[in-house]
């Protein structure tokens, strides 16, 4: 066990100098440990704190996470916040408060110029703000990171928040830490990145806390928890290995960066030689270029198996309008299609707010990334031939591809790639539907349960999906 009262870079500096080149890995694939496992960083920071974000709401977590970064910035720590502008949840006000901390700057990526009523901007200023910075990460003391598909809200940490977004995150300490904070440093540095004070000039005030003092407790046990100290200070539970960083140029949002300053051609180069795949994508919208080269890798052999969500689970239907013209094609070609099921007491929504801002409620009780539990997919992932592990923040979907900036670490590791894709594999068939072809026509698979209309939706639900999915929709999604 190592000295966690040495402080984070004393505590992981013996076991860096001994895995000298790798990365020290943890997956967090458990929800609440996810939020613990920041907040205990956090707690322990002792010199800086590099926190950059898409989504931050201003629920019970994301206002426990930014009392934790404020206690820290009290205690003398250097605190750097980067947060979409579009995602971010927090209100004018409490940024400007923020940002006039000595020891906290706040900075908003790509932001809206007019602060309210924000939508007219989106008339004026569109292709503009359709691009935004998807990236997700929290680096202390240049000594430890994580990095992942989360964002900072309930409905990523929560265990039964009626919204649940399964996903996963990397806890890395090591060779890669210093690659993120050179690449948060770029972002911090870009043109996009703007303070907060050159923005919001007369802040309006911030919407009513959504509070929980009960949740907030949970949240704040788990954070103090053996187990959560555990997962930092028990050195043995860190899987060494190579990881490469993918990032994309922090100028993509302003339509200037080159085709080999993007995370796309890094992940193509990746797949090049696979001979197994199994790829999770929460919004999985492969478009033309997509499902070519899926249906040339399946050509050439290439088992490949896709997770996506399901009509019932995703957050945003017209996702799923952008990826249903594909299933037929692509199971034709042998890709096998999973599609997660989410609660069953989930309705198909057509609507084009996510599911997350649409439905508050109850928030108590246990789940993980591979739980059947949880109501919709968020993970971005992918696993080849069982020796390389993929975890970050970008969809296999245009957006990712032309419009966000995205990061990713992709790790050479048999132990861990082994582990996702032999758990993931085996318990597909309890959270998901197996998608397949009869006769020409789509069927969906549970056990020997078949059904051949489109799970939890209504004859005009789907026709309107067909109907979308005709439409020139690519810039959208």
Not at 22 to 32: F, R, S
Not at 175 to 194: L, Q, S
Not at 234 to 256: C, H, N, Q, T, Y
Not at 400 to 410: A, C, K, P, Q, V
Request: charged share 25%.
């Amino acid at each position: 066990m190592a000295d966690s009262a040495a402080g984070l870079p004393a505590q992981f500096a013996p076991m860096v100098a001994a895995n000298a080149g790798l990365t020290g890995v943890q997956l967090l694939a458990d929800a609440p440990m996810a939020l613990a496992v920041r907040l205990l960083l956090v707690h322990r920071a002792q010199s800086s704190i590099d926190v950059q974000y898409y989504i931050w709401e201003d629920d019970a977590s994301g206002l426990l996470l930014l009392e934790a970064l404020v206690a820290a910035a009290n205690r003398g720590v250097r605190v750097r916040l980067l947060l979409d502008d579009l995602g971010c949840g927090l209100g004018d006000a409490r940024l400007a408060l923020l940002h006039s901390h000595p020891s906290l700057d706040v900075r908003l990526f790509n932001p809206f110029k007019l602060r309210w009523p924000r939508w007219i901007n989106l008339v004026f200023d569109f292709s503009r703000l359709n691009r935004r910075m998807h990236n997700k990460s929290i680096t202390v003391d240049a000594c430890a990171t994580v990095i992942g598909g989360r964002n900072i809200g309930d409905n990523y940490f929560v265990d039964e928040h009626p919204a649940l977004a399964a996903d996963l995150d990397v806890l890395a300490v090591g060779e890669i830490v210093g690659k993120v904070c050179t690449d948060f440093e770029r972002y911090w540095c870009a043109d996009a990145a703007v303070p907060v004070d050159s923005v919001i000039t007369r802040p309006r005030a911030s919407r009513a806390d959504a509070d929980s003092e009960t949740l907030r407790r949970r949240y704040q046990q788990k954070a103090v928890s053996p187990e959560t100290a555990a997962m930092i200070d028990e050195i043995d539970d860190f899987v060494w290995a190579p990881v490469l960083m993918m990032s994309d140029d922090p100028d993509k949002v302003l339509g200037r960066a080159g085709v080999e300053d993007l995370i796309l051609p890094m992940v193509l180069r990746v797949l090049a030689p696979v001979k197994r795949l199994l790829l999770v994508s929460a919004y999985f919208v492969p478009m033309e270029e997509g499902a070519a080269g899926l249906e040339a890798l399946a050509a050439k052999g290439v088992v490949t198996t896709v997770l996506t969500n399901s009509f019932r689970s995703t957050d945003v239907a017209l996702v799923h309008a952008g990826y249903a013209p594909a299933r037929a094609r692509l199971l034709r070609a042998g890709v096998a299609l999973w599609e997660m099921r989410g609660r069953a007491d989930d309705k198909v929504r057509l609507g084009l707010v996510p599911k997350r801002l649409r439905r508050p409620g109850d928030l108590s009780g246990g789940t993980s990334f591979f739980r059947k539990s949880a109501s919709g997919l968020h993970a971005k992932t992918f696993c080849a031939d069982g020796l390389r592990l993929f975890v970050g923040s970008i969809n296999f979907d245009p957006r990712s591809w032309r419009l966000n900036t995205e990061i990713g670490f992709l790790i050479e590791s048999a132990v861990l790639a082994g582990r996702v894709e032999r758990q993931l594999m085996g318990e597909l068939p309890d959270f998901a539907w197996g998608v397949d072809l009869e006769d020409g026509h789509l069927v969906w698979r549970e056990g020997d349960v078949v059904l051949r209309a489109e799970p939890g939706t209504r004859w005009w639900q789907r026709a309107v999906v067909w109907l979308i999915g005709k439409l020139p929709i690519a810039g959208l999604l």
